[in-house]
């Protein structure tokens, strides 16, 4: 049973600050690795994707991947308030099909 | 371009009764993925179509829940007899189905309240 897991949150932290979002995930096979971020109400939308160790960087959001400690990162730095939603950490098995973990709530405040 | 459509938004329907709702994916995207999302958690995938072929439906409740793909391009997601458990938001999404390509692009999917 393939399970991708993530702290439900909520995560606060101040406008400006860094927040640091983690996601473990159990099958070593996996290879892609996705950062998809909800706002309440709405659809998820992928923000970041990764599938090689080391760090991607898009703007203000650099996703993390240790394959060998099974572990995903997404870091978002000067962080807004328009930041905060849910952040959903996702892995790809067989290219096209996603496992999603229960997300992260992000609340940056003023 | 045109984002992934889905109708109705929002539905409230007793139990025991049925429901139907519908996806039209972007265009040209050859596959479809129906997910169940329950609040406070991510989303979980039902069925996921190719073209008009079911590639995966092992997590769909057949007793319950069935899919088509007619043509290889709109979606309808139904569910005979519903259960006080089936309240969620059912999302549609599609993508363009080539390997290596894991983005999916999501509809804003349907809230299901089952009294």
């Known amino acids: 049973q393939k399970e991708v897991e993530q702290n439900s949150g909520p995560l606060s932290v101040p406008e400006g600050a860094i927040a640091s979002l983690n996601c473990t995930y159990s099958?070593?096979?996996?290879?892609?690795f996705f950062w998809y971020r909800q706002y309440s109400g709405k659809s998820p939308e992928l923000i970041m994707s990764i599938y090689s160790n080391g760090d991607k960087e898009d703007g203000r959001f650099t996703a993390q991947l240790n394959k060998a400690s099974q572990y995903v990162s997404l870091l978002i730095r000067d962080s807004q308030p328009s930041d905060s939603a849910t952040y959903l950490c996702a892995e790809s098995y067989n290219t096209d099909k996603l496992i999603f973990g229960t997300g992260t709530r992000l609340q940056v405040f003023p | 371009e045109a984002g992934v459509a889905q109708s109705p938004r929002y539905k409230i329907i007793e139990k025991r009764q049925s429901v139907a709702f519908w996806c039209n994916p972007i265009?040209?995207?050859?596959?479809l993925y129906w997910y169940q999302q329950i609040l406070g958690q991510g989303p979980k995938l039902l069925i996921q179509?190719?073209?008009?072929?079911?590639?995966?439906d092992s997590q769909l409740p057949k007793d319950r829940f069935s899919a088509e793909r007619l043509k290889g391009v709109d979606s309808t997601l139904k569910i005979q007899p519903a259960k006080l458990e089936d309240s969620a938001v059912y999302l549609c999404a599609s993508s363009p189905g080539l390997a290596g390509v894991g983005e999916q692009f999501f509809g804003p999917g349907t809230r299901l309240t089952v009294l």
């Open positions: 265009s040209g995207h050859a596959t």
């Open positions: 179509f190719q073209n008009n072929g079911v590639v995966d």
């Open positions: 099958d070593r096979g996996s290879q892609s």
